[in-house]
């Protein structure tokens, strides 16, 4: 496990409830930071490494005779830290989230094949899971006509001005922020905004009404390998009434921004000044969130055209102190890891929704307690059940 932060461990706390996993190591910069649901593990079949990512430091023999490679660094490092999974032969799958590096990393594929192994990026929530909940629904279809996709991390308890408490890293979060997301509209391949073309999503009590809003990342590949062959292909993300416009305002104003300035000849990055000053006010020790995804396709089968709904809403577990976020993003991590390990998975590189099969997916899911509910909406609603 390269990375032991929040999602990181989560995805280690998973790989250590199952029985047929040997050993987990987690390698970290700091790696006696150790999330409290781990702790009872270490020096039995856990154990720790130091490793310094920037430099790769020690990460390329900690690879040597592993099964598997779980990252969960920050996206800059995926394609480097894949190409050393390949060559040290063990399969590998990460968090992604740039879809220049999954590019990169599909360069990586007659390398992975001759070695016998797969890299899976792009293994999180979003991208991650609602790829491969689309992908489902694209298949129940003779044609699809849209596909859409919607994802929060959210404070059970917001509070204003941003109704939002830190779920993961805030430079990942700003940075979709400011990057244009790309989705599919009359079939082609397009580039809008973040943070633009706001609507309002309704959810079951006690969750109600949330915005919505374009961010890059999400839709993975996916509009690329369905374009000219789906119509409408986008992902936004969900937050409580009000945040877009706040977050509009502090990006117009520069404070988004990556780049250094100069101010009284001192270099100054406004984002990781912006981030500073805003952490203290995100934090919530409790850590009491939760995940709201909801993944719809419409299409026709037989001649009928209808609409079909994946649903996923998951909660902080207090008994693990394993936040929503980190249990839907890390344990699909880890499941991907393990259908890696048992040979179900394709050698080679592959995206989510091109290599991972459905209803595996969904099953594992459901046995650490995050449901899928799935909803067949011809002219009017049905009750949500859960997968089949």
């Known amino acids: 496990m390269l990375g032991g932060g929040a999602q990181g461990s989560a995805a280690a ?14 390698a970290d910069l700091h790696p006696d930071r150790l999330h409290p649901a781990l702790r009872p593990h270490r020096g039995r079949r856990l154990a720790t490494l130091q490793v310094d990512a920037s430099s790769n430091d020690g990460i390329m023999g900690a690879m040597e005779g592993a099964s598997g490679v ?24 990460d968090l992604g989230g740039n879809t220049e590096i999954v590019t990169r990393q599909r360069g990586l594929d007659t390398a992975a094949r001759q070695k016998g192994v797969s890299v899976a990026p792009d293994i999180g929530l979003a991208p991650g899971m609602v790829n491969i909940l689309a992908q489902a629904g694209i298949e129940r279809f003779d044609a699809v006509h849209s596909v859409r996709l919607w994802v ?5 308890r917001p509070r204003p001005p941003l109704n939002y408490q830190i779920v993961y890293a805030l430079e990942g979060m700003f940075d979709y922020y400011v990057t244009q997301a790309e989705i599919l509209r009359d079939g082609k391949r397009i580039r809008v905004d973040a943070l ?3 609507e309002t999503v309704e959810f079951a009590s006690p969750i109600g009404r949330l915005e919505a809003f374009h961010t890059g990342g999400g839709t993975s590949t996916m509009p690329a390998r369905y374009e000219n062959r789906i119509s409408s292909f986008e992902y936004k993300t969900l937050r409580y009434p009000g945040h877009a416009q706040v977050m509009r305002a502090i990006r117009e104003l520069g404070l988004l921004s990556d780049r250094d300035v100069d101010y009284n000849g001192a270099v100054v990055n406004p984002r990781k000044f912006f981030i500073q000053q805003v952490t203290p006010f995100l934090r919530n020790e409790d850590g009491d969130d939760l995940v709201v995804a909801r993944v719809e396709v419409t299409g026709e089968k037989g001649g009928a055209r209808s609409r079909v709904r994946y649903e996923v809403i998951d909660h902080y577990d207090p008994s693990t102190r394993i ?10 991590l880890a499941i991907v890891a393990l259908m890696q390990a048992r040979g179900e998975v394709a050698a080679g590189v592959g995206t989510p929704d091109e290599i991972i099969p459905a209803q595996t997916y969904i099953d594992e899911l459901g046995e650490r307690g995050i449901r899928v509910t799935f909803d067949r909406l011809p002219q009017h609603a049905t009750k949500a059940d859960p997968v089949q």
């Open 13 to 26: 706390f998973d790989l250590l409830r199952q029985d047929t996993v040997e050993k987990v190591v987690i």
């Open 152 to 156: 929060g991390g959210l404070p059970r």
């Open 70 to 93: 779980l990252c969960a660094l920050p996206y800059h490092f995926n394609h480097e830290m894949a190409r050393m999974a390949v060559e040290a032969g063990a399969h590998f799958t």
């Open 196 to 198: 633009s073309e706001l």
């Open 323 to 332: 936040t929503a976020m980190a249990r839907t993003t890390g344990f699909t």
